[in-house]
């Protein structure tokens, strides 16, 4: 660990001036309020059964819904996305003019990615094996198999968002605001067809078009074209009360239990709002930030975290059920949700939490570490095998968040996009996915220029 921490230093001090520091700010925040969202929002029960419940403590107490508004913040992470996308793909076509980048682009983008989520998959899928091979039978290990691995469908649909990152990089720069309207226009036409039509299954292209209509406003950002944040963020918020109070959409721009609409799966037009006024809250927050940054010692942890907090996120739950677990051990009896001692135990709670989610950090960093770059089998053909590789990836772990670990071996699985997918499946498709990015990376060596954005 204290060899990372130097190797941050090194980093924060070498911070070329045209770095823009906020969007790093930007992506550990983010990340951070993630985090800490879900170690909060689980409520969890043990019925009179035995069998562990994990509830959403919005539920519990409706009024905190809109809390929401300002801490469902996945939206700022996809717009930070899309403006470092669209720096190194950039960056690449300017340094290899003669070379088709897009291999090399997805290779470079998706390492970091990728490498820390396989990790996290193997570790969890050789735990789940173990567990199903001795007979381990129990409730509450099946709950925290099946939750553990929701965080994934973020990964893929960043993922998503990097493979088509080059025909959507065009689209913007030939049209600019009118490529984010298409989108934007898409997804209002897809409630239109769900919510008033009945069109069936119409609204799962929305996972699309709203969050990359949000990944495209990071193009914009890069470009500087969101020249007025705090009008963005105006008509964002009035666009999402307007659909709230008017329309069939809930208040929480999170997934609620038992909620017949939900905002973000699949993500809807008031999701899409919502992102608006995020981001032109924090855009219109950049000029104070970029003061606070410029002091060396608050850079300086900004590049500490940014160094693990991918693997913070994808461990996090693992922390959270981990506590849980003890206390299962102990028979330590849960309070009920959102009482005076299940508050009063909040603090323990987070603070064991965090330290155990430090413990997997400590162990597991070093997946998320930039690896050395060089000749890796580029040429004629490669962008296409990227494409494969990343196109099984994304199934892989997407299946993965939808079906988790538990019942690995009786073939418990869920249905993505018309096709069957179980964990075994699942995890096959995303390590092969990974390999592919990897095998078929450009020739490209790592340049200065690749740390201008973020990472």
Avoid: K
């Amino acid at each position: 660990m204290g060899t990372r921490l130097r190797e941050a230093e090194r980093l924060a001090g070498a911070t070329p001036a045209h770095r823009d520091r906020y969007m790093d700010l930007l992506r550990v925040a983010s990340l951070g309020v993630v985090v800490l969202g879900h170690w909060l929002m689980a409520a969890v029960t043990v019925d009179a059964d035995g069998a562990a419940r994990v509830g959403n403590l919005l539920a519990e107490v409706p009024r905190a819904q809109i809390l929401t508004w300002v801490f469902q913040v996945m939206p700022v992470f996809f717009f930070v996305g899309g403006f470092a996308h669209a720096l190194s793909y950039r960056s690449l076509v300017r340094r290899h003019p003669d070379t088709p980048p897009y291999a090399g682009f997805l290779r470079a983008r998706l390492r970091r990615l990728l490498r820390p989520t396989m990790a996290f998959v193997l570790v969890w899928g050789a735990l789940a094996l173990g567990l199903a091979l001795v007979g381990a039978d129990d409730a509450r290990l099946d709950a925290a198999l099946r939750l553990v691995t929701q965080p994934l469908w973020f990964v893929g649909i960043y993922l998503a968002m990097a493979a088509l990152t080059p025909p959507l990089l065009r689209a913007h720069e030939r049209w600019g605001w009118g490529a984010f309207g298409a989108l934007a226009g898409a997804a209002a036409l897809v409630d239109v067809a769900r919510l008033a039509l009945g069109v069936p299954y119409v609204e799962f292209l929305n996972f699309a078009f709203v969050w990359l209509a949000v990944h495209q406003l990071g193009f914009l950002r890069a470009d500087g074209a969101l020249r007025r944040p705090p009008l963005l963020a105006g008509a964002g918020l009035l666009g999402a009360a307007v659909l709230v109070a008017l329309g069939p959409y809930p208040l929480s721009m999170v997934g609620m239990p038992g909620e017949r609409i939900s905002n973000m799966a699949p993500p809807t037009l008031a999701l899409l709002c919502h992102g608006l006024w995020l981001v032109g809250a924090v855009e219109s927050l950049r000029s104070p930030a970029a003061r606070l940054l410029a002091r060396p010692r608050v850079w300086r942890g900004v590049v500490v975290a940014g160094g693990f907090s991918m693997t913070a996120f994808l461990w996090h739950l693992t922390a959270m059920l981990g506590v849980y677990g003890v206390l299962f051990a102990w028979d330590v009896p849960l309070p009920e949700p959102a009482s005076g001692v299940w508050w009063a135990q909040v603090p323990l709670r987070l603070g064991a939490a965090l330290a155990l989610t430090v413990l997997l950090v400590a162990v597991f960093s070093r997946f998320e570490r930039p690896a050395p770059g060089g000749p890796v089998g580029g040429g004629r053909g490669a962008g296409a095998v990227a494409a494969t590789g990343v196109t099984l990836a994304l199934f892989g772990v997407l299946g993965l968040s939808m079906v988790g670990f538990a019942d690995l071996l009786e073939g418990h699985g869920a249905v993505l996009v018309a096709v069957r997918v179980t964990a075994p499946t699942a995890v096959a498709l995303a390590v092969a996915g990974w390999l592919l990015v990897e095998r078929a990376g450009s020739p490209f060596r790592r340049t200065s220029d690749a740390r201008s954005e973020p990472g």
